[in-house]
């Protein structure tokens, strides 16, 4: 099934490992479990990335929307 609408996109990384980059550079990494029409964003096994390396592991997060810059799957 093609993704015809942007939720359509990021509902089929749901349990996949994305890569959220920040309005405030800092770049997270973790499972997308659940998220809603402002792109509130909720991970799991959360890190915190700096140059291709792990800063600090988060665990569970809730990220708002209007902090996000992009959503990328990570592999």
């Known amino acids: 099934m093609e993704a ?3 939720l359509d996109t990021l509902n ?3 349990d996949k490992k994305v ?4 309005k405030n550079g800092k770049q ?3 499972t997308l479990k659940a998220f809603d029409v402002h792109i509130n ?3 799991e096994n959360a890190e915190e990335h700096q140059d291709g390396e792990m800063i600090r592991k988060l665990g569970k ?3 708002r929307g209007d902090t996000i810059i992009l ?5």
Not at 19 to 22: N, Q
Not at 71 to 75: A, Q, R, T, V, Y
């Open 61 to 63: 997060l809730f990220v």
């Open 28 to 30: 997270i990494v973790g």
């Open 4 to 6: 015809s609408r942007p």
């Open 71 to 75: 959503i990328s799957p990570s592999e």
């Open 41 to 43: 964003t909720v991970l």
């Open 12 to 14: 089929s990384a749901r």
């Open 19 to 22: 890569i959220l980059e920040l």
